[in-house]
């Protein structure tokens, strides 16, 4: 077995150079705290470096996606809940149809076509700085929509999504676009629509134009 010699005490760091290797090392971090995590990680920019080298920009979407993320959130828990009671004869009816459902073939249960009858429509809503809106079409599994949005010159963060009762789903999702078109299908029963951010310093308009199988049109600001 080979064992390598121990070095002399002269060739190993004195204190003093461990001490000044370790304040370089803590200095080194802190340039690099200060340049390059704060910025791109918190927005956070006090020596203009971060600018300079595009990191700011990326703080400044992490901390846009942060804010709109809790929006949602909030927006969520405020959202009021709809309950309807029915009257007796609607009891009657809805418990007959639970007892016909039961002999159905779950095939032929929902298919989730011709539900809505075809429909073309125009939406338009205004968004002041920082606001965000959601438009929602009340869809059936298997509806097809076409649509075609655009913010007007501005451009906005968009989230094109469904949700239901124990359902959710993101089509697409975007910042700072100016408008957007194409199709989708549904892939459950529920409200399925776009989400809106403002975040330039104008009011911005929102035209939305939808054709296809749809119900209702919800609004939630």
């Given at each position: 077995?080979?064992?390598?010699?121990?070095?002399?005490?002269?060739?190993?760091?004195?204190?003093?150079?461990?001490?000044?290797?370790?304040?370089?090392?803590?200095?080194?971090?802190?340039?690099?705290?200060?340049?390059?995590?704060?910025?791109?990680?918190?927005?956070?920019?006090?020596?203009?470096?971060?600018?300079?080298?595009?990191?700011?920009?990326?703080?400044?979407?992490?901390?846009?996606?942060?804010?709109?993320?809790?929006?949602?959130?909030?927006?969520?828990?405020?959202?009021?809940?709809?309950?309807?009671?029915?009257?007796?004869?609607?009891?009657?009816?809805?418990?007959?149809?639970?007892?016909?459902?039961?002999?159905?073939?779950?095939?032929?249960?929902?298919?989730?076509?011709?539900?809505?009858?075809?429909?073309?429509?125009?939406?338009?809503?205004?968004?002041?700085?920082?606001?965000?809106?959601?438009?929602?079409?009340?869809?059936?599994?298997?509806?097809?929509?076409?649509?075609?949005?655009?913010a007007n010159g501005a451009k906005v963060n968009f989230n094109h999504h469904g949700e239901a009762e124990g359902a959710s789903v993101v089509y697409e999702k975007g910042?700072?676009?100016?408008?957007?078109?194409?199709?989708?299908?549904?892939?459950?029963?529920?409200?399925?629509?776009?989400?809106?951010?403002?975040?330039?310093?104008?009011?911005?308009?929102?035209?939305?134009?939808?054709?296809?199988?749809?119900?209702d049109i919800k609004e939630y600001r």
């Amino acid at each position: 077995m080979y064992n390598s010699p121990v070095p002399p005490k002269s060739e190993l760091p004195t204190s003093a150079q461990l001490l000044k290797s370790t304040l370089i090392a803590a200095g080194v971090a802190a340039t690099l705290l200060v340049t390059v995590v704060l910025p791109s990680e918190y927005n956070v920019d006090p020596t203009g470096v971060g600018k300079v080298l595009g990191l700011k920009q990326m703080g400044e979407i992490k901390s846009q996606l942060g804010e709109e993320a809790e929006a949602d959130r909030q927006r969520d828990l405020k959202k009021p809940v709809q309950s309807h009671k029915p009257s007796t004869g609607q009891q009657s009816s809805s418990i007959g149809q639970f007892f016909a459902s039961l002999f159905v073939s779950p095939a032929y249960a929902h298919d989730g076509k011709d539900q809505y009858d075809p429909q073309s429509g125009e939406t338009s809503v205004k968004l002041a700085p920082g606001e965000g809106l959601e438009v929602k079409l009340e869809m059936h599994k298997g509806d097809v929509v076409a649509f075609d949005w655009t913010a007007n010159g501005a451009k906005v963060n968009f989230n094109h999504h469904g949700e239901a009762e124990g359902a959710s789903v993101v089509y697409e999702k975007g910042r700072a676009v100016a408008e957007k078109k194409g199709e989708f299908e549904a892939l459950f029963d529920g409200e399925h629509g776009w989400w809106w951010r403002n975040r330039t310093g104008d009011v911005v308009t929102i035209t939305l134009r939808t054709n296809g199988r749809y119900g209702d049109i919800k609004e939630y600001r």
